[in-house]
């Protein structure tokens, strides 16, 4: 009897164990699916490019502003292209505190990547660029950048070389002179336009299963849970508000920032913009270190504890910043082969 | 009759130029395949790399060679990797007359490509490198470029990607510390001991019919008639022995040197070798303005006529200048598609 009761009790415990068990697994699959559905309403999934009705994307424009990224030639010292501070190999980033120009100028801020960086309300940390043609154009004479003294100045450089006149013509067919600093800027602006990176993140989004690690899922709920994604939001993860950069503190107290930044304020004039920065595109960022507009924080895992203090005002457990730490690892893109292959630039010879 | 005799004569006339047409091309054929005879002989076709006994090239070497070849990390100012004296998209060259280390440190000479460098005698212009290998080493500490305070600075950034580990690992399998300094060496040699660029005058050596244009072929013959192939030797073009610039006049009469460089005598301190440079390798140099060892002169076709000048002693007619310059830009090889794709850098998160 003995043996039957207990037969019978292991028989009640397995058929316990197995509907907890599918209870669970539907559960979680629940929460999943709304996980996925909370996130595609907040962030979603990444676009195949990033259009311009001012600059519409067309392959001979590409494939200019390609080379056009590589050429050193327009800068005055001849050392200063935008891949300089854009190397692909580094996605597209420099690595550096401050970004270093032509003579070895440094500039005021740290490098942003040019990957799915044409998605964003303006570029530059402070927003002095309205768009990456308009970073493009402007970085030809910005003294940090490329130097030179005119527009006109590099015109003539690019002009000096045949191909390049061929290109700009094919480019930009109506234009009488194609070969213009504004068609540069969109050429260098339509090729930036293609340069998005899907990631382990957007397979996610479509559901596909095993997409995201266990922890980058629950790194994902609290990105959302504790308020990140109300600042770094759209398929983008920022780029899309300015932000005051110490909410609950000022920055200085957890960075390792020198002489604080007015950000924005430099722009505008405005004390409403004091210490306002825009809010970056998270997508790659743990390829992109070191952190913050003055690059001052090297650890990304260090960067959200300290973005939690000073934006929500929370003080991180670690083992949730592991999370969140581990789900921005999902937003690493692959970068889209034809762009990691270099283009050759002409001779004048 | 007269038509008849006209007839007859139209007739022979039609005979004796095809009969000559034919001798002509015969003729030129004959001439075509002595001159590949010849080329061949003094010059040579590209081999397929550029092998070393001591350090055999591999897969796992050359892969890790070509990231560490983008590598910035290792400099003193985080700026600068092989890459930025060598960018692909200018043939490996940088354009400038002379580069730009670290913190704008200016280098004494002229940058060579590192395409098909791997085949000279020794590296640098006075021949102060034994090897690709020991070049790549040597940078890491140089003054004017990486500028490292010692090998083991550079070793330590290295260990710290965990990704370096084991490539390191895996291309030095048999060490017990694969990240050395010897290894960052021995591993950018393999990758660039595999950077040939075969040329159109390879295909016409290899009998293949239009790749060198009539001009060209003239060039070719100038070339070699005129003497520049006595030193300008070997399927590179030059890069095995070393020479006096200006063997008939002093070089700065013709170049625009700002003060005169004594060249190996640094090297060697012995008299015999004051001016005396190694001879460059001449393949892609269409593609590798500005020319000679402190890049002094802008234009390939007077850097040719002032060769005469100094190293054989001939006012070089402008027209055949032209031809000479047409059959250096059949030397312009194609760049390996793998070679041309970036590849992506460890980050340390």
Redesign the interface.
């Known amino acids: 009897m003995i043996t039957t009761i207990f037969r019978k009790d292991r028989a009640r415990f397995l058929a316990a164990a197995i509907i907890l068990f599918a209870v669970s697994v539907s559960a979680f699959a629940a929460g999943e699916e709304e996980l996925i559905r909370r996130a595609s309403q907040i962030l979603g999934p990444l676009p195949s490019s990033m259009p311009s009705a001012e600059n519409p994307i067309t392959p001979e424009k590409v494939r200019l502003g390609k ?1 056009l990224f ?4 327009v800068s005055i ?3 200063v292209s935008c ?1 300089k501070c854009h ?5 597209a980033a ?3 505190r401050k970004s ?1 120009g032509h ?2 100028a440094e500039n005021p801020r740290n490098d942003p990547t040019v990957f799915n960086a044409a998605s964003q309300i303006s570029e530059h940390w402070v927003g002095n660029r309205t768009s990456v043609e308009d970073q493009a154009k402007q970085a030809v004479i910005g003294p940090p950048a490329f130097g030179m003294p005119s527009y006109e100045s590099a015109e003539k450089v690019l002009r000096s070389y045949g191909e390049y006149r061929d290109l700009f013509k094919a480019a930009f067919p109506s234009d009488p002179e194609p070969v213009t600093i504004d068609n540069f800027a969109k050429a260098i602006g339509a090729f930036e336009r293609t340069l998005v990176t899907p990631a382990p993140f957007d397979a996610f989004l479509r559901g596909e299963k095993g997409a995201l690690t266990a922890q980058q899922i629950r790194g994902l709920s609290a990105f959302m849970d504790q308020g990140c994604a109300g600042c770094h939001s759209s398929p983008f993860i920022g780029g899309q508000i300015y932000q005051k950069f110490g909410l609950f503190e000022p920055y200085e107290k957890y960075t390792k920032s020198g002489k604080v930044d007015d950000g924005r304020f430099v722009v505008t004039k405005k004390e409403a913009d004091r210490r306002v920065f825009k809010v970056p595109v998270l997508r790659n960022v ?4 070191p952190y913050f507009h003055d690059g001052s924080v ?4 260090d960067a959200v504890w300290i973005m939690g203090k000073l934006q929500v005002g929370k003080d991180l457990p670690q083992e949730q910043v592991g999370d969140i ?1 581990a789900f921005l ?1 999902a937003l690493t893109g692959r ?1 889209p ?1 034809d762009v ?6 002409p ?3």
Chains 1, 2 share one sequence.
């Not at 990691?340 to 630039?345: H, N, S």
Request: overall charge negative.
């Open positions: 080379m590589y050429e050193p030639r010292d001849g050392t891949s190397p692909l190999a580094l996605y420099d690595g550096l270093v003579n070895c743990a390829m992109t270190p090297d650890k990304l895992s730490v690892r970068i082969d990691m292959i270099v283009p050759v630039l001779s004048l010879e």
